[in-house]
């Protein structure tokens, strides 16, 4: 694949909700666990495990614990990504750097990803117990992995707009 592919393909990653009944190969998910392993860390500490699930009865009840992930009910597979909890802020940022990587990794390999936050000590607790992570863990947020559904509508009820041009997200040296 060329440079420019690459790029293109990447600048075209985005929030995948509606994907084909279809299971991920074990090579893909094994490819996709790699590229999270490899994702650099704040203190390059690796504070992270994950969990995945492709269990159905496990994904409705993880779907059901907030009306805005209702969607990973039909899902072929989930990595939960779980932390160390002894850091908010920098798990945050590592988390925001294995979503896009997987993200990243998941469309180069011909399959979207999406990312499903719980909002709120209560969903997250619900879900942290429904996988058996210990309370200390920290457990924000599940990325779904598989092959999309192009003929659906991935954004229903949102109002798509594309992205703002450069110049009017970028400045150099100051703003």
Known sequence: METSDI????????????????????????TLLEVAQWTGSARNTQPWHFIVVEDKQTLGKLAALRSNI?????????????????????????EGRIYERLAIGAKLLGLGAGTAWFLGDEEEAAAKQLLGVPTER??????????????????PGRNYVGRKPLDEIVSYETM
């Open 138 to 155: 920290v457990m924000h947020s599940l990325v779904a992995v598989g092959y999309v559904d192009a003929d659906a509508n991935q954004l």
């Open 7 to 30: 790029i293109e393909a990447m600048k075209k990653v985005r929030q995948t909700r509606i994907y084909q009944d279809k299971p991920v190969s074990k090579a893909d998910l094994d």
């Open 70 to 94: 209702d969607w990973v009910a039909n899902v072929p597979v989930v990595i939960a990504l779980v932390f160390d909890g002894e850091s908010t802020v920098l798990e945050s940022f590592d």
